[in-house]
């Protein structure tokens, strides 16, 4: 029986009751994913919803439909099949304009309330860069517009999160290169949990079926994400796509982890004069991704205390490692390329020319606003 889409009328808003599970996914698809975008709305449609959970999703696309389009993925009928129903169309949106995400937010936590919610950001992705890559949320109709990593909080604070709605349970990015430390942190307050690649991910993202039955499975939202993390590698391993990453981040343990890197900084710094070199070297060394400049932390602080013998860079390197582990709450990854991913990434370019061409970017982060001396240490190794 083939999947149908209908149109509810939406003169008058439909009150629904407060369930387990809120899903809410906002598909920036107005770029060369559209396919992709209608795919994984289809397995989501044919997981389906349930009586304690709530499916909703947002989709603009390129020359698919007019406008964007929301929808809800209703329970199972009696003869077993969910289907989509259009709750409205609206006129074109820009998915790089945060105004819009933020109203896709509210109106998704107001009219599908729920005691957990994952609320998934769904695109390609570059991390916090910007210019001329674009961090997430590209719209291609929109004069290649996109959503800063500032910008995204901003849509998530007025949507009312982190205050009046309280936090969501997980902020998910089916995008590449997000999961490192200055972009969880971002979310500082906003959400519980991050889920997110370290790694590029392939085209077909998430495997939406699955993630929608780790939320029938659980009623818990650390449980859910580590089942997030499980179902993406397994789907992977099942289709044979490797060099993929996936992870999951308990935000509130960011500050352990941007004490212990300061501390770090503070120790690569005493010692930058006898082992600029050797800072380097280690660098070389360590687990790399699709962007160049992002490398993975427990690998970085492992090459770093083998390569610099200096007693205290070894201890603090142990620091890091310690926190980045407590904040780690899910890790996998699947082909040699990636096998030394430990779940949460930090830029550290190795060229003045990157570090001095994304430098002001980088200091708009919360991050780097909170804890600089990182920052500090990249000036003095490669701005100097």
């Not at 949320?137 to 290649?144: A, E, I, L, Q």
């Not at 709605?165 to 430390?181: H, Q, V």
């Not at 994400?225 to 993929?244: D, F, P, W």
């Not at 212990?260 to 070297?281: C, F, H, P, Q, Y």
Request: glycine letters at 10%; hydrophobic letters at 35%.
């Amino acid at each position: 029986m083939a999947l149908r889409a209908r149109t509810r009328r939406t003169g008058r808003r439909k009150s629904n009751a407060r369930k387990v599970w809120g899903m809410y996914t906002y598909i920036a698809g107005d770029n060369d994913l559209t396919d992709y975008a209608l795919l994984d709305i289809t397995e989501m449609e044919e997981a389906g919803g349930t009586q304690d959970r709530h499916v909703a999703v947002q989709v603009d696309t390129a020359g698919v439909h007019d406008g964007s389009v929301r929808y809800e993925i209703g329970e199972p009928d009696f003869e077993g099949h969910s289907h989509r129903t259009v709750i409205a169309r609206l006129p074109e949106q820009n998915t790089g304009d945060p105004k819009y995400l933020a109203s896709f937010a509210s109106w998704s936590a107001s009219r599908y309330p729920a005691k957990n919610r994952l609320l998934v950001v769904w695109n390609h992705g570059a991390g916090f860069m910007h210019e001329p890559t674009r961090d997430i949320g590209y719209d291609d109709s929109s004069g290649n517009d996109a959503l800063t990593m500032g910008e995204l909080r901003w849509a998530l604070e007025k949507a009312g999160f982190g205050k009046k709605l309280g936090k969501l349970s997980i902020l998910g990015f089916d995008a590449c290169l997000m999961n490192m430390l200055e972009v969880a942190y971002e979310f500082t307050g906003i959400t519980d949990l991050v889920v997110g690649s370290q790694q590029t991910e392939p085209g077909d993202g998430w495997p939406y079926g699955d993630v929608v039955g780790c939320l029938r499975r659980t009623t818990s939202p650390l449980a859910a994400a580590s089942e997030i993390v499980a179902s993406y590698l397994a789907h992977y391993r099942k289709v044979g796509t490797s060099g993929v990453t996936q992870s999951s981040i308990d935000v509130a343990a960011l500050d352990g982890v941007g004490n212990a890197v300061d501390k770090l900084a503070t120790e690569l710094l005493n010692a930058m004069d006898t082992s600029r070199n050797l800072i380097t070297e280690a660098r070389v060394k360590t687990q790399g991704y699709e962007e160049p400049t992002y490398v993975d932390m427990v690998d970085l602080m492992e090459h770093l205390a083998k390569k610099v013998r200096n007693p205290k860079v070894r201890t603090a390197c142990a620091a890091v490692v310690k926190s980045v582990r407590k904040a780690v709450c899910a890790n996998g990854f699947y082909g040699r390329s990636v096998g030394r991913s430990c779940g949460l990434s930090i830029w550290f370019p190795l060229l003045k020319t990157d570090y001095v061409s994304r430098r002001n970017e980088y200091m708009a982060l919360r991050y780097t606003r909170d804890y600089g001396n990182w920052a500090e240490f990249l000036d003095r190794l490669l701005a100097a």
